[in-house]
């Protein structure tokens, strides 16, 4: 397996022979090895597989231990049970053993310690002196332990890449499906294309197909569901590679792998775990939770009785897109990318911390029809001078000119209504401000004017009813009907108002709600009716 340039694999090779007389015998080890993984110049060691010449005895007859230093062979071989002595047990890091119940010649190590590049590393092995598969091993006279070790040292990948931590495979009652729940350090994407692999201890190497390129915020989990290429094997413990990129960047990473074993299925309770919540205007009811219905994105709304992930599918013909909401018990999932007009099957699937699926409701929703393609393109909610100076840019993508009249910016319910004879120009822009604004610009607090020539249309009061928050705030663009068109997640950490500094959305490739479209333009360079003035 090709290992990008963020993982680090070191590679020792050789046999271990407790028999043999430890001062004079170099301990060698079959299949050492250690994966280090690059995050902001500190590495870590989450895996360690040892793998020995012969079957090792139990772990309540023997022991590996990892100090954080380098280890005399006098010491080492001295050592009973791995403690080397009082006065370096500080230096001990904490490991986590499993061995392989198929192969007693195979451990598995794990530690959560973060070690720095260059320090150097030591593991150590002690034995018991007793018959292994039949074999006695020869008493050392002095306990009757037998340690012997090999030198490690952590060292710097060439650079970082996205380090992924899987929770949990599970094969749900009733599917043919796998759920691998994953945790990222940073912004990733997992590529559908590329997919996730399975390792068996068997051996085996399992292809699978995830349903759709997934997005894992930093520091969150989801819930990755795959279609392994042939069932998964009760009682075979499964590692796992997958391949990601890391959030504006081309950088393609693959996880360690770590064994984790298949969940058995488990009979689905009858329990009502999707809740009843109170549509707002503008919702629909929709199986236990409520929908928001726009001609390409449907945003539904959900409540369970208890902690869960939520998942919602929707499909018509060769078109299915998945939204998986994180653990909590409120959840609010957004599928985009849908046909106008058209007739989905929906699924809402809500999934306990052991990756049981407990509750499912589904039924058909229709998208509405197709409505004037006119997106929020720049936001400035925090001027120089005052809130008057607000102003939100709209575009029509649309080759003719569009009626805003009865038009709306919506901000959490507050909202301000677009007056009569609004439009906005095919291919064209238009400023929305509220009644105080002065389109010359303040000059002397740097707030710009109005490009010559632009649209403005002007609100009765303050933009959004109350004015732009500068906390942040979500808006909506409205159709007369009640379409939401476009919307702003201003409340994302990234796009929290810097005073000067507007939000324009400089990738129209994404949806207009992924904060990943939008960038701060120049410090003092918002250009309402202009070009924008990006970075």
């Given at each position: 397996m090709n290992r990008p340039p963020a993982l680090l694999a070191l590679a020792l090779a050789g046999c271990l022979d407790l028999q043999a007389p430890p001062p004079s015998v170099t301990p060698q080890l079959t299949g050492l090895r250690a994966n280090a993984a690059s995050l902001d110049a500190v590495p870590r060691v989450p895996e360690l597989q040892v793998s020995f010449d012969r079957a090792m005895a139990p772990p309540e007859a023997s022991s590996v231990m990892l100090f954080r230093e380098a280890l005399s062979p006098a010491l080492v071989t001295d050592a009973r049970d791995g403690v080397v002595s009082l006065g370096r047990l500080a230096n001990r890091v904490p490991l986590r053993v499993q061995r392989d119940a198929s192969n007693p010649a195979r451990w598995w190590l794990r530690t959560e310690a973060v070690l720095?590049?260059?320090?150097?590393?030591?593991?150590?092995?002690?034995?018991?002196?007793?018959?292994?598969?039949?074999?006695?091993?020869?008493?050392?006279?002095?306990?009757?332990?037998?340690?012997?070790?090999?030198?490690?040292?952590?060292?710097?990948?060439?650079?970082?890449?996205?380090?992924?931590?899987?929770?949990?495979?599970?094969?749900?009652?009733?599917?043919?499906?796998?759920?691998?729940?994953?945790?990222?350090?940073?912004?990733?994407?997992?590529?559908?294309?590329?997919?996730?692999?399975?390792?068996?201890?068997?051996?085996?190497?399992?292809?699978?197909?995830?349903?759709?390129?997934?997005?894992?915020?930093?520091?969150?989990?989801?819930?990755?569901?795959?279609?392994?290429?042939?069932?998964?094997?009760?009682?075979?413990?499964?590692?796992?590679?997958?391949?990601?990129?890391?959030?504006?960047?081309?950088?393609?990473?693959?996880?360690?792998?770590?064994?984790?074993?298949?969940?058995?299925?488990?009979?689905?309770?009858?329990?009502?775990?999707?809740?009843?919540?109170?549509?707002?205007?503008?919702?629909?009811?929709?199986?236990?939770?409520?929908?928001?219905?726009?001609?390409?994105?449907?945003?539904?709304?959900?409540?369970?009785?208890?902690?869960?992930?939520?998942?919602?599918?929707?499909?018509?013909?060769?078109?299915?897109?998945?939204?998986?909401?994180p653990v909590g018990t409120t959840h609010r999932l957004r599928v985009a990318g849908l046909p106008p007009a058209s007739e989905l099957r929906w699924r809402l699937e809500a999934w306990d911390l052991g990756g049981r699926l407990r509750d499912a409701r589904d039924g058909t929703i229709r998208t509405a029809d197709a409505a004037p393609r006119v997106r929020i393109a720049e936001v400035l909610a925090r001027p120089h001078s005052s809130s008057a100076q607000e102003f939100i840019e709209v575009v029509n993508e649309e080759d003719a000119a569009v009626s805003l009249t009865g038009w709306a910016l919506d901000s959490g319910g507050a909202r301000s209504v677009l007056p009569d004879g609004a439009t906005v120009p095919g291919q064209g822009r238009a400023v929305i401000v509220g009644a105080s604004f002065d389109p010359r610009g303040v000059a002397r607090a740097n707030?710009?004017?109005?490009?010559?020539?632009?649209?403005?249309?002007?609100?009765?009061?303050?933009?959004?009813?109350?004015?732009?928050?500068?906390?942040?705030?979500?808006?909506?663009?409205?159709?007369?009907?009640?379409?939401?068109?476009?919307?702003?997640?201003?409340?994302?950490?990234?796009?929290?108002?810097?005073?000067?500094?507007?939000?324009?959305?400089?990738?129209t490739e994404l949806d207009d709600e992924d904060p990943a479209a939008w960038v701060r333009s120049r410090d003092g360079a918002s250009s309402p009716g202009g070009p924008d003035a990006l970075r």
């Open positions: 720095p590049p260059s320090i150097p590393l030591t593991l150590v092995f002690s034995e018991r002196t007793r018959s292994v598969e039949g074999r006695p091993l020869t008493d050392d006279g002095d306990g009757g332990v037998r340690s012997t070790g090999v030198a490690l040292q952590v060292i710097d990948a060439p650079s970082a890449g996205p380090v992924l931590t899987p929770a949990l495979l599970d094969t749900p009652v009733g599917s043919d499906a796998a759920l691998l729940w994953l945790r990222a350090d940073r912004p990733v994407r997992v590529l559908r294309a590329d997919g996730v692999t399975l390792l068996g201890d068997d051996r085996s190497t399992i292809p699978t197909r995830v349903e759709a390129d997934e997005h894992i915020p930093e520091g969150l989990t989801r819930v990755l569901r795959v279609t392994p290429s042939r069932p998964l094997r009760a009682g075979v413990t499964y590692g796992w590679s997958v391949a990601a990129v890391a959030s504006r960047g081309a950088l393609a990473a693959e996880a360690v792998p770590w064994p984790m074993p298949v969940v058995a299925p488990s009979t689905r309770e009858a329990l009502r775990w999707i809740d009843g919540v109170v549509c707002a205007s503008g919702e629909q009811a929709l199986g236990g939770g409520c929908v928001e219905r726009g001609d390409r994105a449907v945003v539904v709304r959900a409540a369970t009785t208890a902690a869960a992930v939520a998942r919602l599918e929707l499909s018509v013909g060769d078109v299915r897109r998945v939204a998986i909401a707030d710009p004017a109005v490009q010559a020539g632009a649209r403005v249309i002007v609100v009765r009061g303050s933009l959004a009813g109350r004015g732009l928050r500068d906390s942040g705030a979500e808006l909506s663009l409205v159709t007369a009907t009640g379409l939401v068109v476009s919307r702003y997640p201003g409340t994302a950490p990234e796009l929290l108002p810097q005073e000067g500094v507007s939000v324009v959305r400089a990738d």
